[in-house]
């Protein structure tokens, strides 16, 4: 880059002359993911009340295994928790959610969207726009750990996988068992009925937020079309860029709307199972 | 309308500066650099300040009013509170020539080290080109800049951590992801996107994008794509497998 000599003075910290409340949209977003952060690594160790009925928590979603010593509740793929896994390491107890959430979680990491938002709000880095910094040095994404964040797309496609898998599970919130009967049961006896409850409602909702918000991924956006230089003559491309850019132009609010849903499909299905909250027929 | 207090910046370097208050009568439909004018009339005749269209389109009047980098000719006074006093100050990601006016000339520098447009052959034997709508959609947002440097003063890399020799800032990713997306050049920045632009001091957290005066979404439309490009090139392990095993492409 070009040399000459700027010579600037080192801003301090906070030193602004914005007479906004340049504070508070940060603040609010560190509030909202440390919650989300901490709700759902409490519920990922709770190893329990993960799935009601016919409902599965995404957050145990695809169940490989139920937890250890965990009854069948009809959703695990691979049945029980295996022997050759262990129920805890160093002390700190293994469940089915720690198996598979490294991908959404690490999708929601590396996302542009993300990355921005808790760079300023955890980070400070910086708090807001034209908000001096605490901080003297900077690396920024070029240097070890943060150039991984280019690995975004590889998440991106475990991502889509998942939406696979929660659109299954919300199919399969419609067959209930009949009374009397553990859904364990009632599903190796294929005698589910249709029903819609309120928490079937919950878990369609799911898959389509978390839809809205994995198609509009800017990593989507440049491997779908955004990579060409030019659309003349693939207009199948075209409408496929042009649709993943419109969801992208939103990409913040499903963001958040995923994001606080996933939270509380979790926290529904966990209350009912924990008989806190009861599930209300709609229809059936 | 009121007297209004304008605490202006003055001084012929950021280290050695002052605010001054002035008042002056703000009329309706008054823009800030009106007020300015005013009061260079009135009572500061030595106050320097650069303006030239007065309408949004050259780009020289950028500098920050309580806070915010704006134009001074697009600010009306209607949308800023004037119940307390209004700074005004300038760029603070450049070296400061005289009160409002900074020195932008890096940004000229930078400019020229970016390769330039290298167009295909041309397509017709008069030497021209055929163009498609609908490929250079993309570019001609780019097209709107009017290097008001507005963007690459609220940048934290250059405003806070002075990278000028390093990050070459979001308006020259605007004019880079230009050339790179026009469907007639033929020249490859990429690998200087990554390690002479340095792109990877970009943290997205679009500072730029919502002070530019042309409303280009940059971080969005220039630099994640440019970033993505780059990814493609250098942090995507299966691509680079590929590359290994079918070397000619
Ligand atoms: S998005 Fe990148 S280029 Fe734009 S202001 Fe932020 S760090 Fe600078
Ligand atoms: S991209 Fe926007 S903010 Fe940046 S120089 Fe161009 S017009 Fe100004
Ligand atoms: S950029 Fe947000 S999910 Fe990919
Ligand atoms: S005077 Fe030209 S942009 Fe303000």
């Known amino acids: 880059m070009s040399r000459t000599n700027i010579s600037l003075p080192q801003r301090s910290f906070g030193e602004t002359s914005r007479i906004d409340a340049w504070w508070s949209q940060p603040l609010i977003v560190f509030l909202g993911l440390l919650a989300f952060v901490v709700y759902s690594t409490w519920a990922a160790f709770q190893g329990a009340h993960y799935s009601f009925g016919a409902y599965l928590s995404p957050m145990y979603s695809p169940l490989f295994f139920e937890a250890?010593?965990?009854?069948?509740?009809?959703?695990?793929?691979?049945?029980?928790?295996?022997?050759?896994?262990?129920?805890?390491?160093?002390?700190?107890?293994?469940?089915?959610?720690?198996?598979?959430?490294?991908?959404?979680?690490?999708?929601?990491?590396?996302?542009?969207?993300?990355?921005g938002a808790y760079y300023k709000a955890f980070w400070g880095d910086p708090s807001n726009c034209g908000v001096g910094e605490w901080r003297k040095?900077?690396?920024?994404?070029?240097?070890?750990?943060?150039?991984?964040?280019?690995?975004?797309?590889?998440?991106?496609?475990?991502?889509?996988?998942?939406?696979?898998?929660?659109?299954?599970?919300?199919?399969?919130?419609?067959?209930?068992?009949?009374?009397?009967?553990?859904?364990?049961?009632?599903?190796?006896?294929?005698?589910?009925?249709?029903?819609?409850?309120?928490?079937?409602?919950?878990?369609?909702?799911?898959?389509?937020?978390?839809?809205?918000?994995?198609?509009?991924?800017?990593?989507?956006?440049?491997?779908?079309?955004?990579?060409?230089?030019?659309?003349?003559?693939?207009?199948?491309?075209?409408?496929?860029?042009?649709?993943?850019?419109?969801?992208?132009?939103?990409?913040?609010?499903?963001?958040?709307?995923?994001?606080?849903?996933?939270?509380?499909?979790?926290?529904?299905?966990?209350?009912?199972?924990?008989?806190?909250?009861?599930?209300?027929?709609?229809?059936? | 309308m009121p007297q209004v207090t304008f605490r202006i910046s003055r001084g012929s370097t950021h280290q050695d500066s002052q605010f001054v208050d002035y008042q002056t009568d703000i009329t309706e439909g008054m823009v800030v650099l009106d007020a300015v004018h005013q009061i260079q009339e009135e009572s500061a005749p030595d106050l320097a300040c650069r303006w030239n269209c007065k309408a949004g389109k050259c780009g020289s009047c950028s500098a920050e009013i309580n806070g915010k980098p704006r134009l001074m000719c697009m600010t009306r006074m209607d949308t800023i509170p004037t119940d307390q006093p209004v700074t005004i100050e300038p760029m603070k990601a450049f070296p400061r020539i005289r009160d409002l006016v900074t020195d932008v000339s890096w940004n000229y520098e930078v400019k020229k080290r970016i390769k330039k447009f290298k167009p295909r052959k041309p397509d017709a034997p008069d030497g021209t080109w055929r163009m498609q709508q609908v490929d250079v959609d993309r570019v001609q947002e780019f097209r709107k800049c009017i290097e008001c440097f507005l963007c690459q003063n609220v940048c934290h890399v250059l405003r806070d951590h002075h990278k000028h020799d390093e990050f070459s800032g979001p308006r020259h990713y605007v004019y880079t992801a230009a050339l790179e997306m026009h469907p007639l050049d033929t020249e490859d920045r990429i690998k200087d996107v990554k390690d002479e632009q340095n792109i990877g001091y970009c943290n997205i957290t679009k500072c730029c994008t919502k002070v530019c005066p042309e409303h280009i979404t940059i971080t969005d439309n220039a630099i994640i794509p440019l970033k993505e490009r780059v990814g493609d090139e250098f942090y995507d392990p299966v691509r680079k497998l590929f590359r290994i095993f079918r070397p000619g492409k």
């Open chain 1, 68 to 115: 250890y010593e965990h009854a069948a509740t009809g959703h695990a793929l691979f049945g029980d928790w295996p022997k050759w896994l262990p129920a805890a390491v160093i002390g700190i107890p293994l469940t089915p959610a720690f198996l598979i959430l490294w991908a959404p979680g690490g999708f929601r990491f590396t996302c542009y969207y993300y990355r």
């Open chain 1, 137 to 284: 040095g900077y690396r920024g994404e070029r240097w070890f750990p943060l150039v991984f964040q280019n690995i975004h797309r590889y998440f991106l496609y475990f991502a889509i996988l998942f939406i696979f898998v929660l659109t299954y599970d919300a199919f399969m919130a419609m067959w209930h068992a009949p009374d009397g009967m553990t859904y364990a049961q009632a599903k190796t006896d294929s005698v589910l009925n249709f029903g819609i409850k309120v928490g079937t409602l919950v878990l369609i909702i799911n898959p389509i937020l978390l839809g809205g918000y994995t198609f509009g991924c800017h990593s989507l956006r440049h491997l779908i079309g955004g990579f060409m230089d030019k659309f003349s003559g693939n207009s199948g491309r075209k409408k496929a860029y042009d649709c993943v850019s419109c969801l992208n132009r939103g990409h913040a609010k499903w963001a958040w709307a995923s994001l606080i849903w996933v939270g509380f499909t979790d926290l529904y299905v966990r209350l009912c199972s924990m008989g806190v909250w009861t599930d209300w027929t709609i229809i059936g």
